[in-house]
């Protein structure tokens, strides 16, 4: 008889009891967990040269192709692989050399992005000031041609020799359309009073792709009149690389 | 032999053409947190250039250049206030000089304290790294090159952890056409779509415009999550297979009245916002085409009957 009462008992008990759940997420009052794993093991074994992070019990963690073009990577590991966002220029100093009056020198910079977030990006350009000397003469930012003059925003024609002054142009990846012909000059935004403007970038309303290795290349060009004071003329040019939201 | 170890290695030539690079992860930040709280995230800053670099760091403020996703840096201390930033490093601190070699990698913890007094609402802020010009080799002109990259925060000040959403469709139209639209049957119809966030806390639209015709046809275009920042507008893009770009519908050929109807939620597939515009599509290429062609015909007839008169 006890052992029926028993039985009837645990036969309650199995019913009532509350079912085990796996909880979906984990919080607490200053953190909420939305990938919890149950692991069997986890660490970061190391050595002198080398850290390895592991993960154990997932469940189908890999990398997985589809014909449509995507991949995924399923697993805590993957999250290693996540394109970072990266801004290269290949100069530290752009050199003009000896200038000589009413001949135009060009010189390139070469910038290079990665980006692999959907939303884009931007690179923005100032520069400090003008091209000074030591003794304190400018080289004047180029207005471009009289015909078509130019701005720090809007674009112009610098083809006359007698144009003088300081600038640049675009071309390659992401670059604004202003300088699809490649005879668009504008001059640099100054600090602190002219907002940086933009030299490379895409929105998605413009037609980002996510990706490595974009390249534009900033061309500078710097033209004197017979009256500028000699000197060695120095200046520095900021480049600004930000996501988008 | 010791001719050239003097000529090469006492007197080297510089090599100038260095690259400068940085990177830094993650790019973006989206974090809501209650008053009186503090959290932590680490940064990974790194130079993929060729040349040692030595940085500073700060914390501005941005926002929308406009409504494409572009973005302003502002330098206003006030806008951040009262949120305060620093780094957890013990050996750096944010807005100290601190060097990056090349190839190196720099991992800084940004603490975010957020007082208890903290209005609720958003705070947008970018942390930025900055490097220290370098001189070139010569006297000759040139241009120093200075390199500064930032990862946008976007953070939210809630106590409920539900800050007050809300949105206005400032515009929901087919391009080219604001009134009553008649488009070729053979154009695919493309969707302008702005909405201005008017609540307390950036959201993300989620949801579709779906396109439906007399003869049973319809398409869903899905709207592409984009942040849309509190007390700004954006222009939403549309996510189509694999691709993202103009909301613009796939099907070649359309006839006949359509409504196209716009419906997204704020964070959610409510539904909650929802907008209506009709559209009729005729093939008038086609039909100006034949008209021309009958025209042609006609005149090549008359011709003929004078011809034989």
């Not at chain 2, 720099?106 to 790294?129: G, S």
């Amino acid at each position: 008889m006890k052992v029926k009462y028993l039985l009837i008992l645990i036969f309650f008990g199995l019913i009532l009891a509350s079912p085990a759940l796996a909880v979906p997420t984990m919080s607490s009052d200053n953190y909420q967990i939305d990938w919890p794993n149950l692991n069997m093991g986890a660490g970061v074994p190391s050595s002198d040269n080398y850290n390895l992070g592991v993960t154990t019990g997932q469940i189908a963690p890999g990398l997985y192709y589809f014909e449509n073009g995507y991949k995924v990577r399923a697993g805590f590991q993957y999250i290693h692989s996540i394109i970072p966002f990266t801004f290269t220029i290949d100069k530290i100093s752009v050199d003009f050399g000896s200038l000589t009056v009413g001949v135009g020198s060009t010189d390139t910079i070469g910038l290079e992005v990665d980006c692999g977030s959907a939303g884009g990006y931007q690179v923005t350009v100032q520069e400090n000031d003008r091209l000074t000397s030591t003794a304190g003469s400018y080289i004047e930012d180029t207005t471009c041609d009289p015909t078509d003059t130019c701005t720090h925003i809007y674009e112009g024609t610098w083809e006359q020799s007698t144009t003088y002054g300081f600038g640049y142009t675009m071309s390659g990846t992401d670059v604004p359309s202003e300088f699809a012909s490649g005879t668009m000059f504008k001059n640099f935004a100054d600090v602190p009073g002219d907002e940086p403007q933009k030299v490379m970038g895409l929105t998605p309303v413009e037609g980002h792709e996510a990706g490595r290795d974009k390249q534009a290349t900033m061309t500078l060009k710097v033209n004197i009149s017979g009256t500028q004071a000699a000197g060695v003329y120095e200046n520095i040019i900021t480049f600004i690389a930000t996501p988008t939201y | 032999m010791f001719i050239i170890f003097v000529f090469l290695f006492l007197f080297p030539k510089p090599v100038k053409a260095q690259s400068l690079g940085l990177g830094i992860y993650p790019p973006l930040l989206e974090v809501t947190l209650m008053p009186g709280k503090t959290i932590t995230q680490v940064y990974k800053l790194s130079n993929p250039g060729e040349v040692d670099l030595m940085m500073t760091s700060s914390i501005v403020s941005f926002e929308p250049s406009d409504e494409i996703g572009g973005i302003k840096l502002v330098a206003d201390a006030e806008r951040l206030k009262p949120i305060s930033f620093a780094f957890l490093n013990a050996d750096l601190g944010l807005g100290q000089t601190f060097p990056l070699p090349a190839g190196g990698i720099q991992e800084i913890v940004l603490i975010l304290k957020v007082p208890e007094t903290a209005p609720e609402k958003d705070y947008y802020a970018t942390l930025l790294f900055q490097t220290a010009p370098m001189k070139g080799y010569g006297n000759l002109s040139a241009s120093q090159t200075q390199a500064k990259i930032g990862g946008n925060l976007l953070i939210t000040v809630s106590r409920t952890g539900k800050p007050f959403k809300k949105a206005i469709v400032e515009e929901f139209r087919l391009f080219n056409c604001s009134r009553i639209c008649l488009i070729d049957s053979f154009s695919q119809p493309q969707f302008v779509v702005r909405v201005k966030n008017t609540g307390h806390s950036y959201f993300k639209p989620l949801g579709s415009i779906i396109l439906q015709g007399w003869f049973q046809q319809e398409e869903a275009l899905d709207l592409l999550p984009q942040n849309i920042l509190s007390g700004f507008s954006r222009e939403i893009q549309c996510q189509i297979d694999d691709r993202v770009g103009p909301c613009q519908g796939k099907t070649k050929f359309l006839i006949g009245a359509f409504n196209a109807k716009l419906e997204f939620g704020l964070d959610d597939f409510s539904g909650e916002y929802q907008q209506e515009i009709r559209f009729i599509a005729i093939p008038i290429k086609l039909v100006l085409g034949l008209f021309i062609l009958v025209i042609i015909l006609r005149l090549i007839k008359t011709r003929l009957g004078l011809d034989k008169g």
